[in-house]
């Protein structure tokens, strides 16, 4: 590990080159900072930002006031001016959300208020006849529709982010893991090849973020909360993104599309105590009957394990899910440090309005 006393003066280090690291590392950079993210892995996006549903999230379901509502529906605005002008594979698919019995009406209902609440809009009624108009495929009661729920190009959107980065001046250091964040006379970032003390320090390093807000007195504890997805082979029979009630930990085992409208099924929500990405198959037999509540005409052939992702937790099994952690120099007390933690869903939504609240802390 390089001497921390022999430390290089730097302007911006951002630990994390996921797509919160990059949207904020681009717009910092577009303020005139120089930056450097350093990047354990060898290419961008490889954890939770590569690991998810790529869904634009409406900001339906988080509560009042919470940043998780308030950054979803303004980073949804960005991200869709985002795609338009950096040409960013992207669609407004919108989303049905339907209710398998009539003692759910009262979730859509509450569904449709939070919505309002939030800034997102009308979510109209659906008759068990219009949803089956939009989704003959679909079983259910009734349920609502969310017209500007879309699905994104993750790693396009990323690489959009890279090179954003890069046009002004930022660069990415890869396989750069951070081994120490002290504040041993000033912020100190410590690899195994150099130290650095910049003037700010962005801590977005994802499922480690707490590990290193604890390096500089921060107190969170840490939770893992793997998702399973399946892909469906053949032709897609949905033509929109179909979710049910939302579960403990999730948003329940759901449809989502590819850009080339590839159906897969998930994220299931397994509790667990490390970065374990393995697929476990014996959980297919929960998945199929989840999806069959809503889609009995599953072939379940045709059900294919496709890959797994982990969300940063900052609440354990049990409790309820906790906001966004967006804290600057005036939260934490500590001159030039800023971290996010619990960046779960709805983060790629709201990436480029968490960076914009990042450049008004430190710019």
């Not at 979510?123 to 003959?136: D, G, I, M």
């Not at 793997?226 to 939302?246: D, E």
């Not at 297919?284 to 809503?294: C, L, M, V």
């Not at 072939?299 to 609440?315: H, M, N, V």
Request: glycine fraction near 10%.
């Amino acid at each position: 590990m390089a001497d921390g006393s022999h430390a290089e003066d730097c302007d911006v280090v951002i630990i994390g080159a996921g797509v919160i690291g990059l949207a904020i590392g681009q717009a910092l950079a577009r303020e005139g900072r120089e930056v450097l993210i350093l990047e354990k892995q060898d290419a961008i996006g490889t954890e939770t930002s590569s690991r998810n549903s790529e869904v634009i999230h409406a900001g339906i379901y988080y509560p009042s006031g919470s940043l998780k509502a308030e950054l979803c529906v303004r980073g949804k605005q960005l991200l869709y001016e985002h795609c338009r002008t950096h040409h960013v594979p992207h669609e407004k698919v919108g989303k049905v959300i339907v209710a398998t019995s009539r003692d759910q009406f009262s979730v859509l209902e509450a569904y449709q208020h939070q919505a309002l609440a939030n800034g997102v809009g009308e979510l109209p009624w659906l008759s068990q006849h219009e949803v089956n108009e939009k989704e003959p495929a679909v079983s259910c009661v009734g349920g609502i529709w969310s017209p500007t729920t879309g699905i994104i190009d993750s790693h396009a959107f990323m690489l959009s982010l890279e090179g954003e980065l890069e046009t002004h001046g930022g660069m990415i250091a890869f396989l750069s893991e951070v081994d120490e964040l002290s504040t041993n006379e000033g912020l100190i970032v410590k690899t195994s090849e150099l130290a650095l003390a910049p003037r700010v320090v962005v801590n977005s390093a994802g499922l480690d973020a707490p590990t290193f807000a604890r390096q500089v007195g921060r107190e969170y504890r840490t939770y893992y909360a793997k998702g399973h997805y399946y892909t469906l082979s053949g032709r897609s029979p949905f033509s929109h993104l179909v979710y049910p009630i939302a579960e403990e930990g999730g948003l329940g085992v759901h449809v989502t599309l590819d850009m080339a409208h590839q159906a897969r099924f998930g994220p299931d929500v397994v509790w667990q105590c490390d970065h374990d990405y393995a697929f476990d198959e014996s959980r297919r037999a929960q998945f199929i009957a989840a999806i069959r509540s809503y889609y009995p005409d599953l072939d379940e052939s045709k059900l294919q394990p496709g890959y797994t992702g982990i969300r940063p937790k900052l609440a354990p099994r049990g409790e309820p899910a906790s906001d966004f952690v967006v804290n600057g120099p005036q939260e934490t007390g500590l001159e030039g440090y800023v971290e996010l933690l619990g960046i779960e869903s709805p983060g790629l939504t709201a990436s480029l309005a968490i960076a914009e609240r990042v450049v008004e802390m430190v710019c």
